[in-house]
């Protein structure tokens, strides 16, 4: 058969598949992946790739709208690399989510719930990191990059996921930006001094951190942020100027000034009825939906059921969050995280929560498990998206915990290593629970608790 790549062809949707792709059918019965429709839509697509097994295809117009479409509130969705999901009520998200975890996990002898739902569905993210770019009319403007593309933008406001003060912040830094008359960092060129905006809100707390990232320019020094530090100031309680000379996309910190307030943010989590208190650095890792974060982490309470006298070890820790939920439930907990300013600020929110019976440590799981010969009771892991190194699942077994909780923001690599763990049938999935943190997203979390056998 001919090759279909770079025509129209029509095709139906089967089902939403992880990671937010769609999975179709051609009329010769080949799968097809491609975006943005759900299921049962009848839609003509364009081929991108054709090989023998599977298609890749832009979706091009649809022909049979679902019942399940509706309006997306926002104008820049299907372009925004942000959103996935605007295009279908919550609950209906939720099943699509749901869904795939069930298909990946199709392996366990155990019922997977419905995912729990974020308590908030829109204005939930505390962390948003916006970029500086110069439009077609080089105009400055600032934006969440476009789908796919590292040099295309789409213009905010609005960004009807970011907390409302994280908007109001960057309408004031994007009109404060433009009246410079300066440009906006160029990633092809590498000229021009604006370059990103993150911004984070400590939701249950109030506090609003603005970083300001520039390129390094020498004839500019902290004077010239006084009029935007004095308008912020009335609502931020931390401003910040970064700068970053490095030809990287990322966020990178050459050197970094406090111009008003406070060095750190708070933010507030209430966990098994009691409230935890944490200090969010500027660049320092902390959950993005603060409300959603009280489910997942009383969810890791409600299957690990912890005992006063258990031994826990959290790893891959970050800032300690989760092991500082868990601290007055058992005797002790061990962090392990290789990032050490992570480690630094897990220890300083240990201190301000008063909490003695943890420690932590600065180094990569997959070197600290080949150093270490003590004993846990309990295991948590929360790793990258990637997953897990097959050493550290070796050093699991190893170890030999009573109970594992496996948090996962990967699915796909979640059913990977779920494999490994119990090929020796050692442990088995006791309960999966996914937890909704990323509502018009096709991002999910899932917990899930091994047991011996």
């Known amino acids: 058969m001919a090759s279909l790549k770079h025509k129209i062809i029509k ?9 937010g792709n769609v999975l179709c059918r051609c009329e010769d019965g080949i799968a097809l992946f491609t975006e943005g429709l759900l299921p049962g839509e009848e839609a003509e697509v364009f081929v991108t790739r054709d090989k023998k097994s599977y298609r890749e295809a832009k979706l091009e117009k649809i022909l049979t ?3 399940l479409r509706i309006e997306p509130k926002c104008p820049a969705f299907g372009k925004c690399g942000g959103c996935s999901f605007e295009h279908t009520e919550y609950k209906n998200q939720i099943q699509f989510k749901t869904d795939c975890v069930k298909e990946l996990l199709n392996f366990l002898d155990v019922e997977i719930p419905k995912a729990k739902q974020s308590p908030v569905q829109w204005n939930y993210r505390n962390k948003m990191e916006f970029s500086f770019y110069n439009d077609t009319f080089t105009n400055l403007s600032l934006g969440l990059h476009c789908k796919g593309s590292f040099y295309k933008y789409s213009e905010v406001p609005p960004c009807y996921i970011s907390h409302e003060d994280i908007i109001k912040a960057c309408e004031t830094v994007k009109e404060f930006a433009i ?41 500019i020094n902290k004077i010239f942020f006084d009029g935007i530090v004095k308008q912020l100031s009335y ?4 401003i910040y100027w970064t700068q970053n000379s490095k030809f990287s996309d990322a966020v990178n910190a050459e050197s970094i000034t406090l111009l008003s ?19 969010v650095a500027p660049f320092s890792f902390f959950q993005t ?43 002790s907990v061990v962090g392990v995280e290789q990032v050490e300013a992570s480690i630094e600020s897990a220890k300083h929110n240990a201190k301000i929560n008063n909490i003695n019976n943890i420690e932590f440590f600065a180094q990569p799981a997959q070197d600290w498990v080949k150093q270490n010969d003590k004993k846990f009771d309990c295991v948590i892991i929360d790793p990258p998206r990637a997953g897990l190194f097959e050493n550290v699942i070796e050093h699991l077994l190893f170890l030999n915990p009573k109970k594992i909780v496996y948090v996962s923001c990967n699915p796909s690599t979640l059913a ?11 442990y088995k ?13 096709y991002h999910i979390e899932t917990v899930v608790l091994l047991e011996q056998k």
């Open 11 to 19: 095709v139906k949707a089967e089902k939403i598949v992880f990671p």
């Open 179 to 219: 009246n410079t008359g300066l440009k906006a960092y160029n990633n092809k060129s590498h000229e021009g001094f604006f370059r990103h905006l993150v911004l984070r809100k400590g939701v249950n707390t109030g506090d609003l951190l603005v970083n300001i990232v520039t390129n390094k320019q020498e004839d």
């Open 416 to 426: 990977r290593d779920l494999k490994l763990i119990t090929k020796d049938e050692k």
């Open 429 to 441: 999935v006791i309960k999966v629970c996914p937890v909704d943190m990323f509502p018009q997203t």
């Open 261 to 279: 307030g406070n060095e750190n943010i708070t933010e507030t989590l209430t966990v098994a009825e009691q409230k935890f208190n944490f200090s």
């Open 65 to 67: 709208p679902s019942p």
């Open 235 to 238: 609502f931020c309680s931390s």
């Open 289 to 331: 939906n603060t409300k959603a974060t009280e489910v997942l982490y009383n969810t890791v309470i409600e299957l690990l059921q912890p005992d006063k006298q258990d031994t826990l070890l959290d790893m891959y820790c970050g800032t300690g969050a989760i092991g500082i939920c868990l601290s007055p439930h058992v005797k």
